[in-house]
């Protein structure tokens, strides 16, 4: 008799496949400035270090609604964790034995944004397809991991720039390497099902034909933006903008943001039945357009990093929130809608970054100004968020 599938080795899994995109996300803005000081690499230049991330992430994830279903899941996770474990390590050697530091830092890059690519497409259908209850509450709960390891490359990279001095941060990239590299070996053995079996999956030319798909990416746009503008340069923020130490900026900035970032992930995957989601993110959509004015407005210190960590308490639903509302109402859109949609977040992830910097660098390095004009992307989502609440009201649903 054949033993059931335990599914949750593949929920381990998929855990430390969010753990390990927030390593392949965060670990980098923390050295945004170290590299300024290290590689003479001025703002502007360090600026593109997201934008490639996420462009990356975006180009992998448009492949991915054309390959990820023909070769199929298991070989494609596995894929995404070999090449983040493979940049995190190369990081250490290629932008010495390069003639042009930056070049190196952007190979290694775009190697381990095509794994969080990946993982941005592969791991939420994969939890999805497991036969799990309360799927809004297993999803929230999922993506919450992205927050904790997003804590954790914080809290254990200042401990260890505390201990060995940020001069040694090669060595901890290859540290970092290793949790992608033990992750291969688990999705090789979990159990992974199809989310729709072949031919029942729809196409990228229906989607396209469904007005509320559109409103969907809106909103994954404006998420993925509102959220990685805040957090890709929380660190630099704290450190610059409001005077305060390395050390502080790293744990008073991104570390506070991830915090509440997951707390509110977890909040709402313990509360999903009891919530009406597209009513609780526009009340979170206005939160988040607060934050970005009082971290940028604000005169005194104290506020503006008040306004930093609350932003992430702000974003915590929306990105799987989002998921949710899509997988409800189209359960057919498999593979090719969660690539879309995940394309959507890191177009909004790429776009928001850059500007921010762009910004900040054209008005002398200040990234208040920056942020201050980050703020059009909650302004776009509650607008979105309203006009999905009255699609609803009529009943236009996407179609199954």
Same mark, same amino acid.
């Given at each position: 008799?054949?033993?059931?599938?335990?599914?949750?080795?593949?929920? @381990?899994?998929?855990?430390?496949?969010?753990?390990? %995109?927030?390593?392949?996300?965060?670990?980098?803005?923390?050295?945004? =400035?170290?590299?300024?000081?290290?590689?003479?690499? *001025?703002?502007?230049?360090?600026?593109?270090?997201? @934008?490639?991330?996420?462009?990356?992430?975006?180009?992998?994830?448009?492949?991915?609604?054309?390959?990820?279903?023909?070769?199929?899941?298991?070989?494609?996770?596995? $894929?995404? %964790?070999?090449?983040?474990?493979?940049?995190?390590? =190369?990081?250490?050697?290629?932008?010495?034995?390069?003639? #042009?530091?930056?070049?190196?830092? =952007?190979?290694?890059?775009?190697?381990?944004?095509?794994?969080?690519?990946?993982?941005?497409?592969?791991?939420?259908?994969?939890?999805?397809?497991?036969?799990?209850?309360?799927?809004?509450?297993?999803?929230?709960?999922?993506?919450?991991?992205?927050?904790?390891?997003?804590?954790?490359?914080?809290?254990? +990279?200042?401990?260890?720039? $505390?201990?060995?001095?940020?001069? /040694?941060?090669?060595?901890?990239?290859?540290?970092?390497?290793?949790?992608?590299?033990? /992750?291969?070996?688990?999705?090789?053995?979990?159990?992974?099902?199809? @989310?729709?079996?072949?031919?029942?999956?729809?196409?990228?030319?229906?989607?396209?034909?469904?007005?509320?798909?559109?409103?969907?990416? =809106?909103?994954?746009?404006?998420?993925?933006? +509102?959220?990685?503008?805040?957090?890709?340069?929380?660190?630099?923020?704290?450190?610059?903008?409001?005077?305060?130490?390395?050390?502080?900026? #790293?744990?008073?900035?991104?570390?506070?943001?991830?915090?509440?970032?997951?707390?509110?992930?977890?909040? !709402?995957?313990?509360?999903?039945?009891?919530?009406?989601?597209?009513?609780?993110?526009?009340?979170?959509?206005?939160? &988040?357009?607060?934050?970005?004015?009082?971290?940028?407005?604000?005169?005194? *210190?104290?506020?503006?990093?008040?306004?930093?960590?609350? &932003?992430?308490?702000?974003?915590?639903?929306?990105?799987?929130?989002?998921? +949710?509302?899509?997988?409800?109402?189209?359960?057919?859109?498999?593979?090719?809608?969660?690539?879309?949609?995940?394309?959507?977040?890191?177009?909004?992830?790429?776009?928001?970054?850059?500007?921010?910097? /762009?910004?900040?660098?054209?008005?002398?390095?200040?990234?208040? !100004?920056?942020?201050?004009?980050?703020?059009?992307?909650?302004?776009?989502?509650?607008?979105?968020?309203? @006009?999905?609440?009255?699609?609803?009201?009529? /009943?236009?649903?996407? *179609?199954?």
């Amino acid at each position: 008799m054949a033993s059931k599938p335990n599914y949750q080795k593949t929920l @381990l899994a998929c855990y430390l496949g969010f753990v390990t %995109q927030a390593i392949t996300a965060n670990f980098a803005p923390l050295l945004f =400035l170290t590299f300024r000081s290290e590689y003479f690499i *001025p703002l502007d230049k360090i600026a593109l270090i997201p @934008l490639v991330f996420f462009m990356t992430q975006i180009l992998v994830d448009f492949a991915a609604t054309k390959f990820a279903d023909k070769i199929g899941y298991r070989a494609c996770v596995i $894929t995404s %964790q070999a090449v983040s474990a493979a940049g995190l390590a =190369l990081m250490a050697v290629l932008p010495d034995a390069l003639g #042009d530091p930056f070049i190196g830092i =952007l190979i290694c890059v775009v190697l381990y944004a095509m794994g969080a690519g990946l993982i941005e497409v592969l791991i939420s259908p994969i939890v999805e397809a497991c036969p799990f209850e309360n799927k809004d509450g297993m999803m929230s709960l999922l993506h919450s991991f992205y927050c904790w390891g997003w804590v954790g490359v914080i809290l254990i +990279s200042t401990l260890f720039f $505390t201990l060995f001095g940020i001069e /040694n941060w090669k060595i901890l990239s290859v540290i970092w390497a290793v949790i992608p590299f033990y /992750n291969t070996f688990n999705f090789i053995n979990c159990p992974i099902e199809r @989310l729709v079996e072949d031919g029942e999956g729809m196409r990228i030319g229906q989607l396209f034909r469904m007005p509320l798909f559109w409103l969907l990416a =809106l909103l994954m746009v404006c998420s993925g933006a +509102s959220e990685i503008s805040m957090s890709q340069w929380a660190s630099a923020f704290t450190e610059s903008a409001l005077g305060v130490s390395k050390t502080v900026g #790293d744990l008073a900035g991104p570390c506070l943001f991830a915090i509440l970032m997951g707390i509110a992930r977890v909040y !709402y995957g313990k509360m999903s039945d009891k919530l009406d989601l597209t009513k609780t993110m526009l009340f979170c959509g206005g939160l &988040c357009l607060f934050c970005y004015f009082l971290a940028s407005l604000s005169p005194h *210190p104290v506020f503006g990093l008040i306004g930093c960590a609350l &932003c992430g308490l702000s974003v915590g639903i929306m990105w799987p929130g989002t998921l +949710s509302i899509s997988a409800q109402k189209c359960p057919k859109g498999g593979t090719v809608m969660f690539a879309l949609l995940a394309l959507a977040g890191d177009l909004g992830g790429s776009i928001g970054p850059s500007m921010v910097g /762009n910004i900040a660098s054209f008005m002398g390095g200040n990234l208040k !100004y920056g942020l201050f004009f980050g703020s059009v992307f909650p302004v776009l989502l509650i607008a979105g968020l309203i @006009l999905l609440k009255r699609k609803v009201k009529r /009943n236009q649903k996407l *179609p199954h």
